[in-house]
């Protein structure tokens, strides 16, 4: 029988099974995995579950997201675009020396062959993400909280759509539906649209989550698992065991997960790998309506920003701006949500809400799922991008084999923690 999730008061437990380190959507899915196939398991978080980037996300489970960040269109752009404070993806100037070498590597993985094995990598992930989502929907009793009405790309014109038709054939090579529809049929999907004449690209498999927050909130309640509101900052491994210790707490698990999310870096390192792990921040603004204009998810790719129908009001999220843990938000990134929002919806008054969250970010736009190479009792799951949400079921299933000593039923070799240990770019 299921328990709702119990947050740990007083002394911290001294010995743990598995100890999951972050409790996001990842940490959560993989904590429901592993409860489920009999194993005893603890969350570390010094936030309360689900409070980061697997709230403040699209709610899209974006199967058709099988392209990169980088490619070889975005290099050529990489310098207008990191320095256009307008661009889709922008760079803090501040942040810039402490980016340099995470840069150096995407730039690489932006080439040609990087890139397309990238995309085929990222595709082969993706395969089964719907399916996943909803067996594991069904079991948390959340199924209400998925739409199957697809999702949109918008574009501007008649070129912006011939210039696309290059990115959606890669996609269709590798097994993803999309048709390319004209105004009438844009329009008679989405009504509040008929204002603009847009052309777009249906993606009629993606499922849509009405409300990630919720989602994440009625998975954590169904993982019946307690949850140590402490930060690791120390973890070693002795012997079979793994010492994990912070500010009042100290544990020691047989296994240890790191899911930490964009904050996962420093822990691996703890763990005695060095992963090129950095920082996207992310943003979104809201209002509050009864029925929002949308019936899915739509996506301005000149703006590249999405437009989410969330139970009770309209959310404008996406952009990528490369700026690290420490900076404030920026200011220039939420009036940009805002701009875009209402270029489409023109009377949207001032939002009711705006948020800034931290997506974990690698150059390849691949995970990182795998053992450790330096401490065989942890387990690497952190780095899926904006990939996080869709891949969640996925990543619980690899962890949960790798936790079993058996092989994953998929071929892992693309996001094994050690492969950049021999990529140039350094």
């Known amino acids: 029988m299921k328990t709702r999730l119990v947050a740990a008061r007083g002394p911290a437990p001294q010995t743990a099974e598995i100890a999951i380190i972050g409790a996001g959507i990842i940490g959560l899915a993989c904590a429901s995995r592993l409860r489920e196939a009999g194993h005893e398991v603890v969350l570390i978080d010094p936030n309360p579950p689900g409070s980061g980037a697997s709230y403040g996300n699209a709610g899209t489970i974006a199967d058709y997201a099988t392209q990169p960040v980088g490619t070889p269109q975005v290099l050529l752009s990489l310098p207008r675009l990191l ?96 048709e390319m529809i004209g105004a009438t049929e844009l329009h008679r999907l989405e009504p509040s649209l008929q204002a603009h004449d847009y052309r777009a690209a249906l993606f009629p498999g993606a499922i849509f989550m009405t409300d990630p927050g919720k989602m994440v909130s009625v998975l954590a309640n169904a993982a019946g698992v307690a949850v140590l509101p402490h930060r690791v900052t120390h973890l070693s491994q002795r012997g079979k065991i793994v010492d994990l210790s912070g500010e009042g707490f100290s544990l020691q698990a047989r296994k240890v997960i790191i899911a930490a999310g964009a904050h996962s870096r420093v822990l691996a390192r703890l763990a005695g790998d060095r992963i090129p792990l950095d920082t996207e921040r992310g943003y979104h603004v809201e209002w509050d309506m009864d029925v929002p204009r949308l019936t899915r998810p739509v996506c301005r790719t000149s703006r590249g920003f999405y437009l989410c129908p969330m139970e009770g009001r309209l959310r404008a999220a996406g952009t990528v701006e490369l700026g690290g843990l420490n900076l404030p938000p920026s200011k220039a990134r939420v009036t940009r949500l805002i701009e875009g929002a209402r270029d489409i919806f023109p009377d949207l ?51 949960s084999s790798l936790v079993a000593g058996v092989p994953p039923a998929r071929d892992i070799s693309a996001i094994r923690p050690d492969r950049f240990q021999s990529a140039p770019a350094r």
């Open 83 to 178: 320095f256009d404070r307008n661009s889709p993806l922008t760079i803090r100037h501040a942040a810039l020396a402490t980016l340099a070498p995470w840069l150096l590597r995407f730039a690489w993985q932006c080439l040609p062959g990087p890139a397309g094995r990238n995309a085929r990598a990222i595709a082969a992930l993706l395969g089964d993400a719907g399916p996943l989502w909803r067996e594991f929907a069904d079991q948390i009793g959340a199924s209400h909280l998925l739409s199957a009405q697809g999702a949109l790309y918008l574009y501007d014109s008649d070129k912006a759509a011939r210039a696309a038709e290059k990115d959606l054939a890669g996609r269709r090579r590798v097994g993803v539906t999309v």
């Open 349 to 399: 008054p001032e939002p009711a809400r705006d948020w800034m969250g931290f997506r974990p970010s690698m150059p390849d736009s691949l995970p990182v799922i795998g053992h450790s190479r330096s401490s065989a009792g942890v387990i690497h799951a952190f780095g899926h991008g904006h990939l996080g949400m869709t891949l969640a079921p996925v990543t619980a299933q690899i962890v």
